[in-house]
């Protein structure tokens, strides 16, 4: 019932596509594209918090491979999910834009990657910067063109999507344990 449920869904959604949107819907989705953004958002870390900046970066950083090894390297080998682009019963009405990717999708790693992200910034930030919400746009856009182009369902994207904010809240949970213990070893 809920497989049939998320594939009329992902076909009523993949099926709001537009010839003009398909490129700007491969950008979003592509994974190199967003570098600049993370040397961004690198640089003005390291510039904004000096030495502190060091476990800023390895926190985001477990966090997002902690997301990504349990979406790629667990989930979806275990589930074995086929992606809409490569179910042989509807791949003939997926409008694919791009590459299909591996043989399954579930769950999502770009969004799972993209909510660890999110989810990093606001708790990291979210008193200094009122704007860091806007990461939160930033995810559902990206989590939403892998159902564009084809190659996820929307359970695979909310899934990534909620793995990727407990990876965030896991990690930021060690974080702030290192930091009281790093305060008080100084005091």
Known sequence: MINQLDT?????????????????????SGKNEWFPMYALIIGTII??????????????ILSVVVS???????????????????DPLIQHLVHVVGNCGGQFGFCSSHAANSFTLATCL????????????????????????RIYVGVHYPLDVL??????????????????????????EKS
Request: positive net charge; proline residues 3%.
């Open 47 to 60: 510039w904004r918090f000096k030495t502190r900046s060091i476990a800023i970066l390895l926190m985001i």
């Open 159 to 184: 899934a990534g999507a909620g793995i990727g904010v407990l990876a965030a809240l896991f990690c930021f949970k060690i974080y702030q344990i290192y930091l009281q213990k790093f305060t008080h």
């Open 8 to 28: 009329q869904a992902f076909l009523w959604l993949n099926a709001l596509h537009t010839d003009s949107l398909d490129p700007i819907m491969a950008w979003i």
């Open 68 to 86: 990504d090894q349990v979406c790629s390297g667990l989930l979806k080998p275990l589930v074995a999910r086929l992606r809409p682009c490569h």
């Open 122 to 145: 606001f708790l990291l930030f979210q008193s200094d910067y009122k704007f860091i919400k806007i990461f939160f746009l930033w995810a559902i856009i990206v989590s939403y063109s």
